[in-house]
């Protein structure tokens, strides 16, 4: 390949294209993702990306590494979310949070535009605490594939490929990927890249070359539903109990949510479906307008006519957290030379509340470990 070193970065998530853009926006890099599933194809199961919420609301505690990663994200987006090219990815809106348990203070999200934290009235039945300020939501199909679109504007490439083992891009690259077509006409010798970053997620667990048992799937079931009347973002967390409303720019409102750890079903199910509504209906009876209601109450049996879609996903989460790390593998079992490999996956919850601030790391050790700092 022509234009600089070659990276590829492995997966087309939103942790696999916001890295690979960064790091295609850098001088002296050829960026190839290899992915199996991109965000033009229909939505499955193997791509979690699609299915998310996507409000940013870190997590992360203010001691946790997490946080400044998350609070360099919230600041690129919002910058994103402002009028331009990206605009209607995002919606900006009032979010307010309500905990059953104490709320950590000085709370880590006093870097929000408006924060504040709620008196003692403003608090629903149970809650504890409270936190509203302004931040952004994600209409995720769009996003992902400004991501992709922006990417390939810069000179990034794609292929297809279900890749077994990291050896297979490691010895030669991305040819083994190619169609024959595609080798005759990209006009370019079979040679090792100069590095592979892996952005694959859950994949991370069975990937030939990374093997991290230590990934495992945190199922989220969610039901989308057309409520464009909603233009606030409401959150209710206790325990393990998490129930949220998240509206989109385009009407859509995505409900849920649920943190299935180790639960590998694959479609949603129907009695979680019915929990997910009565949860957000308690905690959000707007989603139901008046007009709309034959009793001052609302019902499950109203809002359902409102259902575009239920869906799930597995968040990829890790035992010990985020991997952020460089290794090295070799170009081939029987050479001494090798690569520099840059892992990026681990995430859980937070693919893309983390997504710049981890991109902009990878960069970092992927300089580092080619030798340009």
């Known amino acids: 390949m022509s234009g600089g ?8 998530g939103v942790i696999g294209l916001t890295t690979a853009l960064k790091i295609q926006e850098q001088e002296g890099y050829q960026v190839t993702i290899v992915a199996e599933i991109f965000p033009t194809d229909p939505k499955s199961i193997k791509y979690t990306s699609q299915w998310a919420g996507a409000h940013h609301v870190s997590f992360a505690s203010l001691d946790d590494p997490r946080h400044a990663l998350d609070v360099q994200t919230f600041h690129e987006m919002w910058k994103l979310s402002e009028a331009g090219e990206a605009e209607g990815c995002f919606m900006r809106l009032q979010q307010t949070e309500y905990f059953g348990y104490p709320r950590s203070d000085p709370s880590p999200l006093q870097h929000m535009p408006e924060f504040r934290k709620l008196s003692k ?5 149970g809650a504890q605490g409270g936190e509203t300020f302004q931040t952004i939501t994600i209409d995720t199909p ?3 594939n400004y991501l992709l679109t922006k990417f390939l504007s810069r000179g990034g490439k794609i292929v297809r490929g279900s890749v077994q083992h990291l050896s297979q891009l490691a010895e030669n690259g991305v040819t083994p990927f190619l169609e024959a077509f595609q080798r005759k006409y990209r006009d370019a010798t079979p040679t090792p890249p100069d590095a592979i970053v892996v952005c694959v997620g859950l994949a991370a667990r069975h990937l030939g070359g990374v093997e991290d048992h230590d990934m495992y799937p945190i199922r989220g079931q969610t ?3 057309r ?4 233009k606030f973002g409401r959150t209710w967390s206790q325990d393990k109990t998490w129930t949220y409303v998240i509206p989109r720019r385009s009407g859509d409102v995505i409900l849920g949510g649920t943190l299935g750890e180790d639960d590998w079903y694959p479609t949603p199910r129907p009695e979680t479906t019915r929990d997910i509504l009565e949860r957000t209906l308690k905690l959000c009876p707007e989603l139901v307008p008046p007009n709309l209601r034959k009793g001052e109450v609302p019902t499950v049996e109203e809002l359902l006519p409102l259902v575009v879609e ?3 996903g597995f968040r990829p989460g890790r035992k010990g957290g985020l991997r952020i790390e460089a290794t090295e ?3 081939s079992p029987s050479s001494d030379k090798k690569i520099p490999v840059i892992h990026n996956y681990g995430h859980a919850g937070s693919g893309y509340i983390a997504s710049f601030g981890s991109a902009a ?5 992927l300089n580092k470990a080619l030798g340009r700092v």
């Open 310 to 312: 239920e869906g799930c």
């Open 5 to 12: 070193k070659s990276i590829i970065v492995l997966g087309a």
């Open 361 to 365: 790391k990878v960069v970092e050790l």
């Open 142 to 144: 769009l996003y992902l």
């Open 329 to 331: 593998i070799k170009t």
């Open 121 to 125: 009235e403003e608090l629903i039945e």
């Open 227 to 230: 409520a464009p009347w909603i």
């Open 223 to 225: 039901v989308l539903v």
